[in-house]
């Protein structure tokens, strides 16, 4: 331990700070929820669904009950008759792989690029087959990556791309929303998302009349109308009114957390400068930080030394799918995705830490050798 500096207790994350500083907002959003009687797909839910579409710059937004279940069902509205292959990158968590299993379809990973530590499209490419009717692809830690290219090599080969916006909500490049460049899009409202409900929520987003109605079918029961049940593999997946009404309360405080994690971030990258760890930069509008992501080949050690001290730290996320045994993967190898999953750990990153911890965790980090 490094007896020069004064050990504090930073944590990775605090939900109550976020909380008792919003207290007044989400009561109020409480209180109209309650005094409505409206308490599953109500005025709050519709009024969500309009002002996220219209942050997002996209035609129609649908609350769900979970990000994994916005997954779910935008593979299932856009797979193309006859497909059943979905590929997706191996470090992002698992939720595509659960969602696609969920659905019925097989999963291949594509490695990701070294960079960006997403999927690319020369990567997806090496993976694509006839029976691929689905890339999803992750805009990990917050950062949207340029698609453009990624997009146009699956629809020539009539692939549908799905984003998962989960961690990337806010982030923009040349004028899109993360969101708005694939077929569809889903994210998450987890409580500790840029944009967190009080609870599970998710939501799916798309300019696509027909992909749009499809998954407001499949979120409940499969029904056409009440009682009509026009489509196969639908399920109960709804926003609750609470939630809804909670989101929309901070829905406009989002740019603003966003800037204060890329703020946060842009300390550490300096404070590692020269010692032994690499902080990933979250610089720019594409980038909403929603982890601060540190590499090192002494990974354990380095969490060693910042536990000693008092920082959280965590890892996002240790395991590889295709190394996952509940996924029942083929086996495949993906260097990048595997060297990475040995080396990366998460530095406390959420918008209520005060100045004094983020400078507190950057004095950590410059004492590592
Ligand atoms: C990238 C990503 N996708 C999907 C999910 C799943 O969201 P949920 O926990 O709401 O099901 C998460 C987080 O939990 C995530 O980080």
Redesign the pocket.
């Known amino acids: 331990m490094n007896t020069a500096i004064v050990r504090r207790s930073i944590p990775m994350n605090d939900l109550a700070r976020g909380i008792s500083r919003d207290r007044e907002i989400l009561t109020a959003a409480f209180e109209s929820v309650l005094s409505s009687g409206h308490v599953v797909m109500g005025p709050n839910h519709s009024a969500f669904q309009r002002e996220l579409g219209d942050y997002l710059g996209v035609a129609h937004v649908l609350g769900v009950a979970?990000?994994?279940?916005a997954?779910e069902l935008a593979i299932k509205a856009v797979m193309p008759l006859g497909r059943s292959t979905v590929i997706t990158a191996a470090n992002?968590?698992g939720?595509?792989s659960t969602a696609a299993k969920r659905a019925g379809y097989r999963v291949r990973y594509a490695d990701v690029d070294a960079n960006s530590l997403c999927l690319s499209s020369r990567s997806v490419e090496a993976e694509l087959s006839p029976d691929v009717g689905v890339v999803v692809v992750?805009h990990?830690y917050g950062n949207l990556t340029d698609t453009t290219e990624l997009v146009e090599l699956c629809h020539t080969r009539g692939v549908r791309v799905v984003e998962?916006c989960?961690?990337a909500i806010g982030a923009r490049l040349d004028g899109g929303s993360a969101g708005s460049f694939g077929d569809i899009a889903a994210t998450?409202?987890?409580p500790t998302?840029n944009l967190g409900a009080i609870g599970?929520g998710?939501a799916i987003a798309t300019n696509s009349d027909e992909y749009a109605s499809a998954v407001s079918q499949l979120r409940q029961y499969g029904w056409s109308s009440k009682y009509h049940v026009a489509v196969a593999g639908g399920t109960n997946s709804r926003l609750d009114e609470l939630q809804a009404a909670f989101l929309r309360a901070r829905l406009p405080l989002l740019d603003a957390f966003n800037e204060r994690r890329r703020q946060i971030v842009a300390r550490y990258v300096a404070a590692a400068v020269g010692g032994p760890l690499r902080v990933l930069s979250a610089e720019g509008p594409h980038h909403v930080a929603h982890l601060a992501v540190a590499l090192s080949p002494r990974r354990e050690e380095m969490r060693a030394a910042l536990r000693d001290l008092g920082v959280q730290t965590d890892v996002h996320f240790p395991v590889p799918d295709h190394w996952q045994p509940g996924f029942g993967s083929d086996p495949q190898v993906l260097p990048v995705t595997e060297l990475v999953a040995g080396e990366l750990f998460s530095l406390p990153c959420f918008p209520e830490l005060t100045d004094d911890e983020v400078q507190f965790v950057c004095t950590a980090i410059g004492s590592l050798a």
């Open positions: 979970s990000g994994t279940d997954l992002a968590g939720y595509t992750t990990l998962d989960a961690q998450s409202f987890y998302k599970d998710g």
